[in-house]
């Protein structure tokens, strides 16, 4: 093990992932002799405590502590060595002080929405063992502590998607995120396991030290004889896993139907956690995408495409969860651009900032769904400001972060991004670099137009409540409004505590905050050449420089169209819809990603299956020559063995003495 001169305890960091553990372990096994207040007790208790121990241990990294060593021998078998240990830098405990807050706020708020819950322990200790395994994702030191978490967020974001598992909609969204999850964790063990076939290792710092040296070998892929760069090949199958797990195009349909779960769930995956851990997997092996320019200017594209396909989507949703849902695939999106063009640093900026004002979108929205009955509808709501005050604010300043005006959070971290994007469209991307920086621009006008759109639809506009429901309105308890109040602080004050604290929005210094967590070459850094050409820095310069940028104006617009057409003319968008016709109908149905998948992939599997269950199994097996040979026989041989079952005692003696006398006589014979 190797520690600097700044020691962390092992004791406190084996106790960040293991007190969420124990939470599960103890509720899981124990919750049904449990009452409702024990169980909650137990596993937030123990989640806060983790999230307290995160923020600790980030102060000492951010003094220059680190850690970095194997605990123990996972397998050995030959040369062939699994170790589990952890690597702890500024990178690995941004994660950690995000995910264990966030999970914290949505523990506090889960007592108050799942009361009654017939499965309250069990929702419990799915969260608390989720945010185990986001947390060994994110500290362990090799590539199977990697693949060990990465499944394991996939295993319980598929029972919590399909929590309420009586309900059809929510059992066909939890296979489906399972199976489209499996797709891309096939193209990422394909990797891990190219990864220890080339390397002959599994840990970061191993292979991270033995890339630039591997960067000349080529594979050769298929009976065509293509031949592509290994690092290439790697780092691309790598990035089929992060496509699933961070629901990019065309591995995203997933994301939005796991809306199926209850909120709390939806604020954990689409916030903090699972959705993130393939931006994270990517910033960590920036040592190696970045000796990939193939990888690289793939990222980008696909990224580029998913932030603006899925803002075109979120524009005439209707559902409140799936409007923030698709805001998510459209801002991963983002992320995944600001690691296609090298800006890791902007991208994990943004993921940390997207965290708190995204989780407050949801579980503000989930505010608003538990006042008016489980309605989801945006149609059906309107003026509920009225009967919601502390969720109608700290939904507006969620809004604002979100559609990036500053000095709201999303404008730091989003803004980085799109100069970066900028500054590479002029060097090697060529036509990716230009619809990268299009996806990102329009976007952002999208991006502010179906959050503000959501929200006035929401809290203002027409009163379309029924008056049964309206009866019954009023704001939601503080144990749901308090963690509402908690990420406000973080939907505001993340982007500044950011830029001025750890300066993260100096592009002079970016890379020197993470240090070796993350790593640059200088001919592809756009945060470096953004402060050559002058870029603004700190916070008070972000803001000023903010008027006389593109983004900014965009953003304004974005709301002020929004507050144009759902709150001044609000017969406007009825007449728009009409006469967009087929145009409104293509984003309604989400670009019938669904109905394509439908046609080319689950009609012929269920085609398959019928002709395989009908000729295979009822006619060649239970009515062909199949059956007569094996299930007949069988029978037949069953009947005369049941024949010689007689239970009278002297057959059964008669024929011991016969088999007897016969070995005797087999053994006289022999001599």
């Known amino acids: 093990m190797q520690e600097t001169a700044l020691t962390l305890s092992m004791t406190e960091l084996l106790a960040i992932p293991a007190l969420p553990l124990i939470g599960a372990l103890v509720v899981g096994l124990f919750g049904w002799a449990m009452k409702e207040r024990v169980a909650h007790t137990i596993t937030s208790a123990c989640v806060i405590l983790a999230a307290l121990l995160s923020i600790h241990v980030f102060t000492q990294v951010l003094a220059g502590a680190s850690f970095h060593g194997n605990l123990w021998t996972w397998m050995i078998a030959g040369d062939f060595v699994v170790p589990v240990g952890l690597l702890i830098d500024r990178l690995t405990t941004i994660m950690m002080i995000t995910v264990t807050i966030v999970s914290a706020c949505v523990h506090i708020y889960t007592i108050g929405y799942m009361h009654g819950d017939p499965g309250y322990p069990r929702f419990f200790a799915y969260i608390s063992a989720f945010t185990f395994s986001m947390l060994v994702l994110v500290m362990g030191n090799n590539f199977f502590t990697l693949f060990f978490g990465w499944e394991a967020v996939g295993l319980f974001s598929y029972l919590l998607i399909g929590f309420w598992f009586k309900r059809e909609s929510a059992n066909y969204a939890s296979m489906k995120a399972f199976i489209v999850n499996r797709i891309g964790d096939f193209g990422f063990a394909v990797g891990i396991l190219a990864v220890w076939y080339f390397y002959g290792s599994v840990e970061y710092k191993t292979v991270f030290a033995m890339t630039p040296d591997f960067v000349a070998q080529n594979i050769t892929l298929g009976f065509m004889g293509w031949e592509i760069a290994a690092i290439t090949f790697i780092c691309l199958a790598l990035f089929v896993g992060a496509m699933g797990k961070s629901g990019q195009v065309p591995l995203h349909v997933w994301l939005p139907d796991s809306m ?231 939907a505001v004050g993340s982007g500044l505590w950011g830029v001025s604290v750890l300066d993260i929005a100096n592009p002079e210094v970016i890379n020197g905050y993470f240090g070796d967590a993350i790593f640059v070459l200088d001919a592809h850094n756009p945060l470096m050449a953004l402060a050559a050409e002058g870029g603004a820095h700190g916070a008070l310069g972000m803001m000023l420089h903010a008027p006389f940028t593109l983004p900014f104006w965009l953003a304004l617009g974005g709301i002020g169209l929004a507050y144009f057409m759902y709150f001044k003319e609000t017969k406007m968008p009825a007449k728009i819809a009409a006469a967009s016709g087929p145009v409104y109908t293509f984003l309604l149905n989400k670009w019938y990603w669904d109905e394509l998948y439908e046609k080319i992939f689950i009609t012929p599997a269920r085609a398959l299956g019928t002709f395989l269950w009908q000729k295979g199994d009822l006619d060649m097996i239970d009515k062909g020559a199949i059956h007569k040979g094996i299930i007949d026989n069988i029978i037949a041989g069953a009947a005369r063995m049941r024949a010689m079952q007689t239970g009278f005692v002297y057959h059964y003696a008669f024929a011991m003495v016969t088999g007897v006398f016969g070995f005797l006589t087999y053994l006289l014979l022999k001599a």
């Not at 990939?292 to 524009?315: D, H, P």
């Not at 404008?411 to 980085?416: A, E, G, V």
């Open 260 to 490: 199926e779960g209850p909120t709390p769930i939806s604020a954990l995956i689409h916030a903090a956690t699972m959705v993130t851990a393939g931006v994270f997997m990517v910033a960590r092996l920036s040592p190696m995408f970045e000796f990939s320019e193939t990888a690289l200017v793939v990222v980008t594209l696909v990224g580029a495409i998913t932030a603006w396909m899925c803002a075109t989507i979120g524009l005439v949703q209707n559902d409140i969860k799936r409007v923030i849902a698709y805001s998510t695939c459209s801002q991963l999106g983002y992320m995944f651009v600001g690691l296609g063009v090298s800006a890791y640093s902007a991208s994990i900026f943004h993921l940390m900032t997207h965290a708190y004002f995204k989780a407050l979108l949801f579980l503000a929205a989930g505010s608003v769904i538990h006042a008016v009955m489980a309605e989801q509808d945006i149609r059906k709501m309107g003026q509920l400001r009225k009967y919601m005050p502390v969720t109608y604010i700290t939904m507006f300043l969620a809004a604002l972060a979100l559609a990036g005006v500053p000095p709201f959070a999303g404008f730091f971290s989003k803004d980085l991004i799109i100069e970066a994007t900028m500054i590479r469209e002029f060097t090697e991307y060529g036509w990716v670099g230009s619809f990268a920086t299009f996806a990102v621009l329009t976007g952002v006008f999208m991006t502010a137009f179906y959050t503000f759109r959501m929200f006035f639809l929401t809290f203002h506009n027409s009163d379309r409540v029924d008056s049964h429901t309206k009866s019954h309105l009023h704001e939601s308890p503080k144990v749901i409004t308090i963690p509402l109040m908690i990420l406000a602080v973080g």
